[in-house]
């Protein structure tokens, strides 16, 4: 199905409308913010990964757009041959293969809700089919796929949000527009904040079980395709459908499952969305190699002092490095408080819906998601590697440690690749 | 001690299947027992390991995995050559290939150039996944490891071959060039694209011209990824500040990529163009 603008294609107008060419005649409706989307400024919507959070997700992207669902991509066939038919039956295509779908020149805007390990590969080819995303958290399962996919979308200017969106009360919310000017303004030097999320990353419930034999692969089950960039490995049924999360192939444990919830809205706040912590440094047991498991806790120290803590509250000590305490303006001399007073707040987040309408960056854009991403694998990697981690928040390597930074960018699985 | 003994400190699934229990200090003496024992406890370890689903090498798994990990990081190096060394000497032994497809995986995280012989062996073997669980170890050693890619590029049939042509580019093998052009012309779609992908890592203005005359054949899937690597060779070669090269990337593709579900790219190969001035 075609979705045509009254006298030019959405993409037509999206092309013309960024090199600043586009007559304000033509432009549609959806753009201009009006309240009322005619059926005939529908876009093209496909959810890929059906299981889980794919409907939610998809029903998420929706929100402020007119979209109709013309196609649903899933390695279980039946699972994107379910939910095309409870939204769009006998419009929308199910497919197995991602590719196919992406190949589609009518489908405008992806929802991303597969597990993990695939988020920054689907992201990256949709930008270059030239689809807007709304990717499930977390972002990625390494750092080196962060930054590619913010690459990726910026050479293209798609518009990218990610699955969380706690980022957008704080934004309204005034003390927190007041701790996000603080540290924005760059006059709190030698920050002594300790922010800390006890307990709520579901160290147990996403632990994976280890030695579990191997299993037949289930028909419908394209395994190679799930597999995909991660390492291959034999097929146990534990390691699909939301207990993916137990390994360290696709996910990272409960701390990627809730940390990027968590850590965005503060990311936000603490104004860090373009930079990432300098030391990483945890208490933890040796990690199994294959699923996620025990941890006690971890700081994160940013470069001007200001230290974000995880605590499982689930195994080991609690955390005693630092007293808990956030940022308030007696934290700054007169003087510096009277220049925060006169700063202007914030511009406002886009939602994902008006981010595509108006061609602008989502709230939660691919680049403060990636952010947000590496402060969960930075803290996996320092829980992983039993060490503490000095970290180059610019080049984004690791410092004086070249075993560490084999997990930045571990060599994918062909025909995979960044 | 011996291997089985010190492997106890290290967990069983408890409630849940989980690894609840650990006991972090119990289980850093054990790693420490391990590095003690040298090559002949690290052997005694490797023979605890089992194909997955013919038995319970849990414990045995997570030790080996801990030691790898806990050699590397700063000041470590003479313990983690030492380690890898040994590790790598396990290849060679009489062992299911699963269970060395696991001690390749470790040998990713901790092996050096000195290992990469007993790894590359793998290179071509498409049996569980060898040949990938290989390659990704060479890569992760990093650029001196390219003579064993190449060397067995010729050899490499099927997945492998695939795995092998994409190390040398992960890798950025400048002496792969026309291995990469070739490649890039080849029947396999798949083949065709890293052998496309390769060339832009190595980002040369000599293959400008030939990455726009061969994405341009490319259809569907082959055109959107080859069209993307176009621009990253731009986005490369601006980089570097060859702009010229740069700029006949963007307007060939401004002025080829016309159809209407193109004008993202157009929009790219504007944005690219503007950024050159």
């Known amino acids: 199905m075609k979705k045509i603008l009254a006298k030019t294609t959405r993409r037509d107008f999206l092309a013309a409308s960024a090199t600043g060419a586009t007559a304000f005649t033509i432009v549609p409706r959806n753009v201009l913010g009006a309240p009322e989307v005619p059926p005939s400024e529908k876009l093209g919507g496909a959810l890929i990964g059906c299981g889980g959070r794919g409907p939610g997700t998809y029903s998420g992207m929706c929100k402020d757009l007119n979209v109709e669902l013309l196609a649903a991509c899933d390695v279980d066939i039946r699972k994107a041959q379910r939910f095309a038919d409870s939204r769009n039956k006998g419009k929308a295509k199910a497919y197995q293969d991602f590719r196919r779908l992406l190949e589609r020149d009518d489908i405008d805007v992806v929802s991303i809700a597969t597990p993990p390990h695939w988020h920054a590969s689907i992201s ?107 390492p291959w490995k034999p097929y146990e049924g534990r390691r699909t459908g939301g207990t993916h999360r137990g390994y360290w192939d696709y996910e990272g444990g409960g701390m990627c499952d809730m940390g990027q919830h968590h850590f965005d809205p503060e990311q936000w706040t603490y104004a860090k969305d373009y930079t990432s912590a300098v030391e990483i440094t945890p208490f933890a047991p040796p990690a199994h190699p294959e699923v996620t498991g025990m941890w006690a806790w971890v700081e994160l120290k940013y470069a001007d002092g200001f230290r974000f803590v995880m605590e499982s509250t689930e195994w080991g000590p609690k955390y005693d490095q630092a007293p808990i305490r956030d940022v308030s303006m007696n934290d700054l001399s007169p003087e510096n408080q009277e220049k925060i007073k006169a700063m202007p707040d914030p511009e406002p987040l886009l939602s994902f819906g008006e981010a595509v309408k108006q061609r602008k960056k989502a709230g939660g854009h691919a680049e403060a998601a990636h952010r947000a991403a590496c402060i969960l694998h930075l803290a996996n990697l320092a829980i992983r590697l ?33 | 001690m011996n291997a089985k003994d010190i492997i106890q400190a290290f967990p069983t699934p408890a409630s849940g299947g989980i690894l609840s229990t650990i006991d972090k200090e119990a289980c850093e003496k054990a790693v420490g027992q391990i590095l003690d024992g040298g090559e002949k406890t690290l052997r005694e370890l490797a023979n605890l390991l089992v194909e997955p689903g013919k038995g319970n090498d849990i414990q045995a798994r997570h030790a080996l995995h801990a030691t790898a990990i806990r050699v590397g990081g700063p000041a470590k190096a003479k313990q983690r050559k030492a380690f890898a060394k040994a590790l ?39 049996d569980e996944h060898l040949h990938e669980y290989s390659a990704q170890a060479l890569e992760a050693i990093g650029p001196s490891t390219t003579d064993h890619f190449r060397k067995a590029y010729p050899k490499a049939k099927g997945a492998p071959r695939l795995t092998v042509l994409q190390g040398l580019g992960f890798l950025r093998d400048e002496k792969s060039v026309k291995v990469f052009r070739s490649a890039s012309k080849e029947k396999d779609l798949e083949i065709r694209l890293a052998g496309l992908w390769s060339l832009v890592r190595i980002a040369s203005t000599e293959d400008v ?57 157009r929009l790219a190969c504007d944005k690219g163009l503007a950024n050159l001035k």
Request: glycine share 10%.
């Open chain 2, 209 to 265: 011209q030939f990455l726009l005359d061969t994405a341009a054949k490319e259809e569907g899937w082959g055109r959107i990824k080859a069209t993307g690597y176009c621009l990253q060779l731009a986005e490369a070669l601006a980089g570097a500040g060859k702009k010229k090269e740069a700029a006949k990337l963007y307007q060939n593709l401004k002025k080829n990529r016309t159809s209407k579900n193109e004008s993202h790219v």
């Open chain 1, 124 to 230: 990256i080819a949709a930008a270059e089919a030239g689809k807007d995303v709304l990717c499930e958290k977390p972002m990625t399962r390494f750092i080196a796929e962060g930054r590619a996919v913010v690459n990726t979308f910026e050479r293209y200017d798609r518009v990218f949000q990610i699955g969380t969106f706690g980022r957008f009360g704080r934004s309204r919310d005034r003390g927190s527009i007041d701790k996000h000017k603080i540290m924005a303004s760059g006059l709190l030097k030698n920050c002594e904040a300790v922010r800390m999320k006890r307990g709520g990353l579901k160290i147990r419930q996403w632990s994976g079980r280890p030695g579990i034999p191997p299993q037949t692969i289930p028909d419908e089950l394209d395994w190679d395709l799930y597999c995909g960039p991660s």
């Open chain 1, 386 to 418: 039993g060490r503490k981690l000095n970290y180059d928040p610019d080049k984004e390597v690791f410092v004086n440690d070249e075993e560490a930074n084999r997990f930045l960018h571990p060599p994918m699985s062909a025909p995979w690749r960044l």
């Open chain 2, 88 to 126: 790598a000497g396990t290849l060679g032994d009489d062992r299911p290939k699963a269970v060395k497809g696991f001690i390749l995986r470790q040998l990713q995280i901790c092996a050096g150039n000195e290992q990469a012989d007993a790894i590359a062996a793998f290179l071509t073997d498409g």
